[in-house]
Structures are given as C-alpha cells and as structure tokens.
Antibody, heavy 122, light 107 residues
Framework: EVQLVESGGDLVQPGGSVRLSCATS????????MNWVRQAPGKRLEWVSE????????NYADSVKGRYTISRDNSKNTVSLEMNSLRADDTAIYYC???????????????WGQGTLVAVSS | SSELTQPVSVSVALGQTANISCDGD??????VHWYQKKPGQAPVLVIF???YRPSGIPERFSGSNSGKTATLTIARAQAGDEADYYC??????????FGGGTKVTVL
C-alpha cells in the first residue's frame, strides 16, 4: 500500500523558516518524481515544486522560487521542502504528492499525503 | 502559460448527472486531469489524461476533452460525491496549473 506522511508544519513568524518532510512507502521511491502542492484557506490547489526521481532535477512555482528548496533522499524514501523568507500568503496546508509515471515528471498526481499546516503569522 | 477556468459551483439532483467544465486556450492540445477534494481530506485523482479512471474510481466518473473545454461528468450522483473538483494540466512554462475548483452540491 502506497503511503505518504507529511510532517514539520508549524506556526512561523514572517521572515522565518520551516522544513517539511514527507515519508513514503509502498512503491519504488527513486523511480518517481515527487511534488509539493499547497492549498491556502479558501483557495485553489497550487503546485509548489517538483523533483525528479533518479536525476533529482527540480522546478518551482514562480511564487516560491528563490525561497523554497526541494530535496529527496532515495535511501530513506523521503522528500523535503525547505521554506525560507516566509510570508503571510505562504500560509497553507502543504501536501506531498507522487507522480503517476516513472521517469520524467508526468505531472499527474496519483497519491497524496494528508497534508501539514504551515501558518505564517506574527 | 495556461489558465484554467471552472464554474464556481454546480448543483445536481440525487441520481442525476453533473457536468463540470474546464476551459483553457490550449486545453485541446494537452492532457487534463481531475481531482476530487473533500474538506479535511487529501485530493483524490479521479480522471487522468482526459478520460482514464484510476483503479478504484467508480465508472460513474468520466471525462472528455474537445475544443477549448474539458469536462468531468458524474453520472447517478450520490451524496458522497459532494466535494470540490479541480482540473489540472502540465504546462511547459509554468509546469503545473490547477483550475479554480468547482463545488459540487448534491440536492
């Protein structure tokens, strides 16, 4: 059974940092791209970042580029998101999502975690 | 870059059919995927590549893509289908775009 479990969400002051992690199991982790998607209160889903399976290539939404860093540890089947210079509009539930296809990112997300809340407020 | 427009809300009588549209300029030339999102729960992929259902998704869910509009159809709507539904495409410049979401109410 595929499982994705996020952790690390917190209440953070503006300008602060937080690191999210997603522990996975039940599939050959290194073969799949992994993503972070967020949903701010009352807003649409918003894709945040992706990281390729074996090559580890990364992409980011313009709204987080230069502030967020995605990484993965294929030996531990985990993907992380380092979030810096946080702003109020970064407040959201952050979901870890697995790509459906192996190899290059297909940008179809077939399994999701339950999410972790990041709240940015003074 | 892609922009996807969905109706804010759709209402459907119990047992009837709901159609949810997703409009975009380049939508016919790309693959559209659909997610169901219930409050407090993770999103669930219900249709991928316009019309394919993942295992475990009821046949009542179907998809199509023609012209400038992709459509998610929910046949024989049930109370448990009440949720927000999002269309999504992969984009070469912005990588991934979600529509604004449609709230489906089953009356």
């Amino acid at each position: 059974e595929v499982q994705l479990v996020e952790s690390g969400g917190d209440l953070v002051q503006p300008g602060g940092s937080v690191r999210l992690s997603c522990a996975t199991s039940g599939f050959p982790f290194s073969s799949y791209a992994m993503n972070w998607v967020r949903q701010a209160p009352g807003k649409r889903l918003e894709w945040v970042s992706e990281i390729g399976g074996r090559d580890g290539s990364t992409n980011y939404a313009d709204s987080v580029k230069g502030r967020y860093t995605i990484s993965r540890d294929n030996s531990k089947n985990t993907v992380s998101l380092e979030m810096n210079s946080l702003r109020a509009d970064d407040t959201a539930i952050y979901y870890c999502a697995k790509d459906r296809y192996t190899g290059r990112p297909g940008r179809v997300f077939d399994y999701w975690g339950q999410g972790t809340l990041v709240a940015v407020s003074s | 870059s892609s922009e996807l427009t969905q109706p804010v809300s759709v209402s459907v009588a119990l047992g009837q059919t709901a159609n949810i549209s997703c409009d975009g300029d380049n939508i016919r030339s790309t693959n559209v995927h659909w997610y169901q999102k219930k409050p407090g729960q993770a999103p669930v992929l219900v249709i991928f590549r316009d019309k394919y259902r993942p295992s475990g998704i009821p046949e009542r869910f179907s998809g199509s893509n023609s012209g400038k509009t992709a459509t998610l159809t929910i046949a024989r709507a049930q109370a448990g289908d009440e949720a927000d539904y999002y269309c999504q495409v992969g984009d070469i410049t912005t990588f991934c775009v979600f529509g604004g979401g449609t709230k489906v109410t089953v009356l």
